[in-house]
């Protein structure tokens, strides 16, 4: 990233435009100069991938265009925790895996809470393993048939669903409806063990690769892992060179982002949910890397259950910190006389 783009994104943070008068309006200005950054002209073969869900069609890559427009999508600036992802029973809209079609997007709350999302692409990683099978895998089922309607009001390219055993399928990238989320679980069958590191790499090395191509246009992501249990294989290291990749490259603090999920109690799995999210700079061993990781360890009381509403809230409020700590990042270089 060139210096003027971060100093414009300061500027914009902290109310140095005339444009724009001191307050709620000054992060509107940041998001507006965020998207304005990340947006590109629409072409045909974008419109042309938005038609259609079928099986047949043509798989679409996880980076896609930006969408346009400048509403701010943040809640109060001084609220840095996200609420919980559970709640003590699901949401009265929230459907059941016999009845896709009434999930619903709960829009006045999507309306003004989750712009945010039509500036990323959403993806996510499901644990499918044998242990997942049963009430985790309809809770985690219904939890994305709430989520797609929401993503899809924001992002017309829908979301992409990515499974840690089952074989990736373009049937699965671009889902736009909770019907598709529906067909989607009741095709894959849990089983086999629980590989996150390998499948985040999978994701992560070529997108990062997009990036460095093409970083103008390459849209930012959030990746939402919902597992119930402890990788079988390494994690630290993708993520680790993924942040170490991106911090090289000066990508913004919000271009990709990480999210675990913990269904059931596991304990060893909430242990190590929680290092991956307070440890990973020190397991590095190479001073400062950027904080791309959020895990949500299981907290809650018996019969808590994982929702749709409950995980974008934990990322909005993800990606609202990282904005936050980009601004002050920008203030303290200001202050040292860096721009």
């Not at 929401?150 to 074989?167: A, E, R, S, V």
Request: aromatic share 6%; with cysteine.
């Amino acid at each position: 990233m060139s210096v003027s783009a971060p100093t414009r994104l300061f500027d914009a943070i902290h109310g140095r435009s005339e444009e724009f008068p001191a307050g709620q309006a000054n992060r509107g200005s940041m998001f507006g100069n965020l998207k304005s950054k990340l947006s590109t002209k629409k072409s045909g073969k974008e419109a042309a991938a938005n038609t259609s869900n079928h099986p047949q069609r043509q798989s679409m890559p996880a980076t896609r265009r930006p969408a346009s427009g400048t509403t701010n999508p943040f809640r109060d600036p001084d609220t840095r925790d996200a609420p919980p992802a559970y709640s003590a029973a699901p949401p009265a809209t929230t459907t059941t895996a016999s009845s896709p079609s009434n999930a619903t997007s709960q829009a006045p709350e999507a309306d003004s809470a989750y712009t945010f999302l039509s500036t990323f692409d959403t993806i996510f990683l499901i644990d499918d393993s044998g242990s997942m099978a049963g009430s985790r895998w309809a809770e985690t089922s219904r939890a994305l048939q709430t989520i797609t309607p929401i993503c899809t009001q924001h992002d017309k390219d829908g979301i992409d669903i990515y499974f840690l055993n089952h074989p990736d399928s373009s049937f699965a990238h671009n889902v736009t409806s909770a019907s598709t989320v529906h067909e989607i679980f009741s095709t894959v069958r849990p089983g086999g063990g629980t590989p996150t590191g390998q499948k985040l790499n999978g994701i992560l090395k070529p997108y990062i690769r997009r990036y460095e191509a093409a970083p103008e246009t390459t849209k930012p992501i959030n990746i939402i892992c919902i597992t119930d249990g402890e990788p079988s294989d390494d994690v630290e290291s993708p993520l680790i060179s993924a942040a170490k990749k991106l911090d090289k490259l000066d990508a913004p603090a919000w271009q990709v982002g990480v999210q675990f999920f913990q269904v059931g109690r596991d304990a060893e799995a909430s242990k190590h949910l929680k290092m991956l999210d307070d440890e990973l700079a020190e397991i590095a061993g190479e001073g400062e890397l950027r904080d791309m990781v959020d895990t949500v360890p299981f907290r809650g009381a018996e019969g808590a259950t994982l929702t749709g509403d409950g995980i974008l809230k934990v990322v909005l409020g993800a990606v609202t910190r990282r904005l936050d700590r980009r601004s002050k990042e920008l203030h303290r270089s200001t202050n040292n006389g860096y721009f």
